[in-house]
């Protein structure tokens, strides 16, 4: 049998793929634009936190350190909201920190996380008198405008886990708050996982919230706490 010549071979090989493998191809380069499209956001936070994150060890000093809510169990702080208060804890006893402001959910009866968070810090250690506490922290971008819109906040040590802590750093970087983020070491559980994943989700809404700075769910009149433990401390 003849071998067929160049000129045949070259044609085959211009003729147009099947139309269900240009459409696989289709399909494929669409997901791929997607995933990276999705991890953009992620991403952003990742590079504005990037030489922000810290140890609680390794933490600078500073005035205020916010804690960021994280769900109750039974009115009690879940454990990874304990985590993030026994950090807060370490630094005020290493005086790293003056106040402790515990930025929660207290949109409905029975559900309090800033008093919860409030009693877990006494009881480790941490005076009454030093805690501050904002009880409309719906989110992470309102805690973060009301740190500075309503608490006066200007610079401060942010608590959270570490998956949650860039996304944090981030946004309280876009209202204003010069901020360094201690994110706390957790078992990788279920929970562990599922605050990750969720993570690339938020991260699409924290660029949202970023470039267009809605206000909170709830903003409200000014609040001297800080000041007024600051002001005391000064004296």
Not at 44 to 64: N, Y
Not at 127 to 140: H, K, L, N, Q, Y
């Amino acid at each position: 049998m003849r071998a067929p010549r160049l000129t045949e071979i070259a044609r085959r090989a211009r003729k147009p793929l099947p139309r269900t493998v240009r459409a696989r191809r289709r399909a494929v380069q669409a997901v791929m634009a997607g995933c990276v499209l999705a991890l953009l956001p992620s991403a952003w936070t990742h590079v504005v936190a990037a030489d922000r994150l810290r140890t609680t060890a390794g933490a600078p000093s500073a005035e205020v350190a916010v804690v960021f809510g994280a769900g109750l169990w039974n009115g009690r702080p879940t454990p990874y909201l304990a985590n993030r208060l026994d950090a807060a804890a370490e630094l005020y006893r290493a005086g790293k920190v003056k106040v402790v402001l515990v930025s929660g959910d207290n949109s409905r009866t029975g559900y309090d996380e800033p008093d919860a968070m409030r009693t877990y810090l006494t009881a480790h250690g941490v005076p009454g008198e030093r805690i501050v506490s904002d009880f409309a922290g719906f989110d992470t971008w309102d805690s973060c405008v009301r740190a500075k819109e309503i608490f006066g906040v200007h610079r401060a040590v942010l608590i959270s886990q570490g998956f949650h802590i860039h996304r944090a750093v981030a946004l309280c970087e876009a209202a204003g708050v010069d901020s360094y983020g201690v994110g706390v070491a957790d078992a990788h559980d279920a929970t562990w996982y599922y605050g990750g994943t969720r993570e690339v989700f938020a991260a699409g809404k924290a660029v949202l919230d970023a470039v267009f700075e809605p206000e909170p769910r709830f903003l409200g009149p000014k609040e001297e706490g800080v000041s007024r433990v600051l002001a005391a401390l000064a004296d």
